[in-house]
């Protein structure tokens, strides 16, 4: 009710004050223009009545005025009339002017002494009048005058009902503001934020399940998300607690975002904490007239994300989004989350010519199928290997300038496309801290040594302090490259580098997705039917599998393929009832390896689906186009089995996200045994994806597991990925740096 008082004082003050101050001018030049007309018009009277009735006067006749009458004045509309011959006469010619002549005195001397007919407005007893002095101006009446008086109280009147008319007017305005305010105040704001109120009320009181529940209010939906981040943080502040309690009694040390937070502020000590990728994990991008922020699909900003809301610092990274540098500030960075500014991103301008040669051609023409021998050659060109060099020098550039005031800072370097960065780094910054993860597979010294710049590759990795990737194999093949390209001492002890004086660690650090008790033990509802599913797709189906990969020559979709057809030729009977939904995120498609598996990937699905399709039902539901988690998810919960056919992975995450979602321990992991999780995930049916027989029985078996034993084995990988999540192994990698002595 307060609120609503203020709120129409203030409408009325601010109403009436710039109504006063449009009345105040209006009547300003309603009053100069009403004085002016009445002095033209009153001028031009007097002389058609002087030259009627006085051009005749002399000084023989000056008192004999006997055709001036009363209705003669009054038909020229003049008040009063009267004439001046000399001081000691001033002659009233009827007796309504006989009070003004005592005022006029002084105005007729001015005349006179002007030599200049003039006219004034004069105040007299509280009525206006205007005055006009014409002088005679003949010889024998050289000091003589006529003296016209005109009634001017009618300007009064009139601005009188200007400012009534205008009073009015505003307080109706002011009445008709206040009402529609308070209307929409009331509808448009009160009401909306009330429901807010009991929107976070009831969040506060436990139920979670509003969070779900929004207000759907445009206008409002920044000071949502600031509240939503609030009532979630009361949320996961409250589920911590009840973890922690948990953890006490069961005896169990699960790594949660908490509990990493509180373990780098001891590993960290202040230091400042900078992560370097090619990928940002957060792109902004134009959509119609507004700017969106999305997450890129990418299993490395996936494992990194976590880490850095959970211990803060700083991310170096490509910006790639059309709209990346309208969202900057003046040195090109950020806060992200957006409306959670939980860490910095700070984004490194890339040409066309170091985009192509750096990205696409040495990391993703050369590195890559290097790494991955996955049946593409790799290619090696002197231009691209000098745009690598440059780019690495780019970001090197770009640390140094963030830690300058910085103490022993740890920086985290991620993937190859910064093999030379550690070197750069520490030449410059000895007391930092610097670790390199490869995010991608190692190959045997034979097939590494296809690259004509090993040796500066290499060079330049052991430049760091610490070199992580996913398996111990993989930390293996890296120590035999070196000992057979290099003149270093390997340290299988405690599988080290030595050169010249500076140590380099090689372990391995098998990277997770953030899963924690809570997510271990939540329930977040029904999985939906897979046959609701591809109905939104046009298919009926009774059993669905699921496949999300990135559309590339390492991840093995034409053999999965080829294993689906000789599933459905041996085993017949499900033709008809088996859809299997694989989402492919285009990737990479300016390279000539990637646009031709695109396309065969895209034939060997037409083909397959034309040789079983029936009404309503085909073998392969092929959806290429990027999916957001929340639009994956659904398919993860509801499908049968999720199956991984990678030809050569690092880790793959995706077999972590499926397993992550079933949290009613239900469905089968068709993994293949040449990705890193498989060294992990013991309840997954291993298979070799080349072997196509075997991976169509896999389907049949996992089809066919009974759900206790699905149930055995995914609560099995579900405790895997909780004992070892990504929280966990930031803590293993952060704090192997902490104990390297520079």
Same mark, same amino acid.
Request: charged content about 25%.
């Given at each position: 009710?307060?609120?609503?008082?203020?709120?129409?004082?203030?409408?009325?003050?601010?109403?009436?004050?710039?109504?006063?101050?449009?009345?105040?001018?209006?009547?300003? +030049?309603?009053?100069?223009?009403?004085?002016?007309?009445?002095?033209?018009?009153?001028?031009?009277?007097?002389?058609?009545?002087?030259?009627?009735?006085?051009?005749?006067?002399?000084?023989?006749? +000056?008192?004999?005025?006997?055709?001036?009458?009363?209705?003669?004045?009054?038909?020229?509309?003049?008040?009063?009339?009267?004439?001046? *011959?000399?001081?000691?006469?001033?002659?009233?010619?009827?007796?309504?002017?006989?009070?003004?002549?005592?005022?006029?005195?002084?105005?007729?001397?001015?005349?006179?002494?002007?030599?200049?007919?003039?006219?004034?407005?004069?105040?007299? %007893?509280?009525?206006?009048?205007?005055?006009?002095?014409?002088?005679?101006?003949?010889?024998?009446?050289?000091?003589?005058?006529?003296?016209?008086?005109?009634?001017?109280?009618?300007?009064?009147?009139?601005?009188?009902?200007?400012?009534?008319?205008?009073?009015?007017?505003?307080?109706?305005?002011?009445?008709?503001?206040?009402?529609?305010?308070?209307?929409?105040?009331?509808?448009?704001?009160?009401?909306?934020?009330?429901?807010?109120?009991?929107?976070?009320?009831?969040?506060?009181?436990?139920?979670?399940?509003?969070?779900?529940?929004?207000?759907?209010?445009?206008?409002?939906?920044?000071?949502?998300?600031?509240?939503?981040?609030?009532?979630?943080?009361?949320?996961?502040?409250?589920?911590?607690?009840?973890?922690?309690?948990?953890?006490?009694?069961?005896?169990?040390?699960?790594?949660?975002?908490?509990?990493?937070?509180?373990?780098?502020?001891?590993?960290?000590?202040?230091?400042?904490?900078?992560?370097?990728?090619?990928?940002?994990?957060?792109?902004?991008? %134009?959509?119609?007239?507004?700017?969106?922020?999305?997450?890129?699909?990418?299993?490395?900003?996936?494992?990194?994300?976590?880490?850095?809301?959970?211990?803060?610092?700083?991310?170096?990274?490509?910006?790639?989004?059309?709209?990346?540098?309208?969202?900057?500030?003046?040195?090109?960075?950020?806060?992200?989350?957006?409306?959670?500014?939980?860490?910095?991103?700070?984004?490194?301008?890339?040409?066309?010519?170091?985009?192509?040669?750096?990205?696409?051609?040495?990391?993703?023409?050369?590195?890559?199928?290097?790494?991955?021998?996955?049946?593409?050659?790799?290619?090696?060109?002197?231009?691209?290997?000098?745009?690598?060099?440059?780019?690495?020098?780019? *970001?090197?550039?770009?640390?140094?300038?963030?830690?300058?005031?910085?103490?022993?800072?740890?920086?985290?370097?991620?993937?190859?496309?910064?093999?030379?960065?550690?070197?750069?780094?520490?030449?410059?910054?000895?007391?930092?801290?610097?670790?390199?993860?490869?995010?991608?597979?190692?190959?045997?010294?034979?097939?590494?040594?296809?690259?004509?710049?090993?040796?500066?590759?290499?060079?330049?990795?052991?430049?760091?302090?610490?070199?992580?990737?996913?398996?111990?194999?993989?930390?293996?093949?890296?120590?035999?490259?070196?000992?057979?390209?290099?003149?270093?001492?390997?340290?299988?002890?405690?599988?080290?580098?030595?050169?010249?004086?500076?140590?380099?660690?090689?372990?391995?650090?098998?990277?997770?997705? +953030?899963?924690?008790?809570?997510?271990?033990?939540?329930?977040?509802?029904?999985?939906?039917?897979?046959?609701?599913?591809?109905?939104?797709?046009?298919?009926?189906?009774?059993?669905?599998?699921?496949?999300?990969?990135?559309?590339?020559?390492?991840?093995?979709?034409?053999?999965?393929?080829?294993?689906?057809?000789?599933?459905?030729?041996?085993?017949?009977?499900?033709?008809?009832?088996?859809?299997?939904?694989?989402?492919?995120?285009?990737?990479?498609?300016?390279?000539?390896?990637?646009?031709?598996?695109?396309?065969?990937?895209?034939?060997?699905?037409?083909?397959?689906?034309?040789?079983?399709?029936?009404?309503?039902?085909?073998?392969?539901?092929?959806?290429?186009?990027?999916?957001?988690?929340?639009?994956?998810?659904?398919?993860?919960?509801?499908?049968?089995?999720?199956?991984?056919?990678?030809?050569?992975?690092?880790?793959?995450?995706?077999?972590?996200?499926?397993?992550?979602?079933?949290?009613?321990?239900?469905?089968?992991?068709?993994?293949?045994?040449?990705?890193?999780?498989?060294?992990?995930? %013991?309840?997954?049916?291993?298979?070799?994806?080349?072997?196509?027989?075997?991976?169509?029985?896999?389907?049949?078996?996992?089809?066919?597991?009974?759900?206790?034993?699905?149930?055995?084995?995914?609560?099995?990988?579900?405790?895997?990925?909780?004992?070892?999540?990504?929280?966990?192994?930031?803590?293993?990698?952060?704090?192997?740096?902490?104990?390297?002595?520079?």
């Amino acid at each position: 009710m307060k609120i609503n008082l203020a709120l129409v004082i203030s409408i009325i003050g601010a109403v009436g004050l710039l109504a006063f101050g449009f009345t105040a001018f209006q009547i300003s +030049s309603e009053r100069q223009l009403l004085n002016t007309e009445l002095e033209t018009k009153t001028i031009q009277e007097s002389e058609v009545f002087y030259k009627a009735h006085f051009s005749q006067i002399g000084k023989e006749d +000056s008192f004999h005025f006997k055709d001036i009458t009363d209705s003669l004045i009054a038909q020229y509309r003049f008040s009063g009339l009267a004439v001046y *011959y000399n001081n000691d006469s001033l002659v009233a010619l009827n007796p309504a002017a006989e009070p003004y002549l005592k005022y006029s005195t002084d105005y007729i001397a001015q005349a006179l002494a002007a030599d200049s007919s003039m006219g004034n407005l004069m105040s007299i %007893h509280g009525k206006k009048l205007y005055e006009y002095i014409r002088l005679i101006n003949k010889r024998d009446l050289p000091e003589s005058a006529i003296i016209f008086y005109v009634d001017a109280d009618y300007i009064s009147n009139i601005v009188k009902s200007i400012w009534l008319r205008n009073f009015i007017r505003w307080f109706l305005q002011a009445l008709v503001i206040s009402v529609v305010t308070l209307l929409v105040v009331r509808w448009g704001i009160l009401a909306p934020l009330n429901r807010v109120v009991e929107w976070v009320k009831a969040v506060r009181f436990g139920n979670a399940d509003q969070l779900k529940k929004r207000p759907r209010i445009n206008f409002l939906e920044p000071l949502y998300k600031e509240i939503s981040g609030i009532a979630q943080a009361m949320q996961e502040a409250k589920a911590i607690a009840q973890e922690e309690a948990q953890l006490r009694t069961t005896g169990e040390a699960v790594w949660t975002h908490e509990r990493l937070n509180e373990e780098m502020k001891q590993v960290l000590q202040d230091k400042i904490m900078v992560v370097v990728s090619n990928r940002e994990p957060y792109m902004h991008v %134009h959509a119609g007239k507004e700017i969106k922020c999305i997450v890129p699909a990418s299993g490395m900003v996936t494992a990194m994300e976590p880490i850095l809301k959970a211990c803060g610092g700083l991310w170096i990274a490509s910006g790639s989004g059309d709209a990346d540098r309208e969202t900057v500030d003046k040195h090109d960075k950020v806060q992200v989350p957006p409306y959670e500014g939980k860490y910095t991103l700070r984004r490194i301008w890339l040409t066309r010519e170091q985009e192509n040669h750096y990205y696409y051609g040495f990391s993703n023409e050369g590195l890559w199928p290097l790494c991955h021998i996955a049946h593409t050659r790799p290619i090696f060109r002197k231009e691209d290997w000098d745009y690598y060099q440059e780019v690495n020098e780019l *970001y090197a550039k770009a640390v140094l300038e963030e830690i300058k005031d910085q103490e022993e800072p740890f920086i985290l370097v991620q993937d190859y496309h910064f093999a030379l960065l550690p070197k750069l780094i520490k030449d410059q910054r000895p007391d930092a801290k610097v670790a390199i993860f490869w995010h991608i597979p190692w190959p045997n010294p034979e097939s590494f040594g296809i690259c004509p710049w090993q040796r500066e590759l290499l060079r330049g990795m052991l430049g760091g302090d610490l070199i992580g990737f996913h398996t111990q194999f993989h930390c293996n093949n890296f120590l035999e490259t070196v000992n057979t390209s290099l003149e270093s001492r390997v340290i299988w002890e405690n599988f080290s580098v030595k050169i010249g004086n500076h140590f380099t660690l090689v372990k391995p650090f098998p990277i997770s997705i +953030s899963f924690t008790l809570k997510d271990y033990e939540s329930d977040d509802g029904p999985k939906e039917d897979p046959a609701e599913l591809l109905k939104q797709h046009g298919l009926h189906a009774q059993y669905m599998g699921i496949g999300v990969d990135r559309l590339g020559y390492t991840k093995g979709l034409i053999e999965k393929f080829l294993a689906i057809e000789r599933f459905l030729e041996k085993y017949a009977g499900y033709r008809g009832k088996f859809t299997f939904v694989q989402i492919a995120a285009p990737s990479r498609s300016l390279l000539k390896s990637y646009a031709d598996i695109t396309s065969a990937v895209e034939n060997e699905v037409n083909r397959i689906n034309w040789k079983f399709k029936s009404k309503n039902w085909q073998p392969i539901l092929f959806l290429k186009r990027h999916h957001s988690h929340e639009e994956i998810k659904p398919y993860y919960k509801s499908a049968d089995l999720c199956m991984i056919t990678s030809l050569h992975d690092g880790m793959n995450l995706v077999a972590k996200e499926f397993i992550a979602s079933r949290s009613g321990n239900d469905g089968v992991l068709i993994l293949s045994r040449f990705a890193g999780a498989s060294q992990e995930l %013991h309840g997954a049916l291993i298979i070799n994806p080349y072997d196509v027989e075997q991976t169509a029985d896999s389907i049949k078996e996992a089809l066919e597991m009974p759900k206790l034993q699905q149930g055995q084995k995914m609560k099995l990988m579900r405790r895997v990925i909780m004992g070892h999540n990504v929280y966990s192994w930031a803590s293993n990698i952060l704090r192997a740096m902490a104990t390297i002595q520079n």
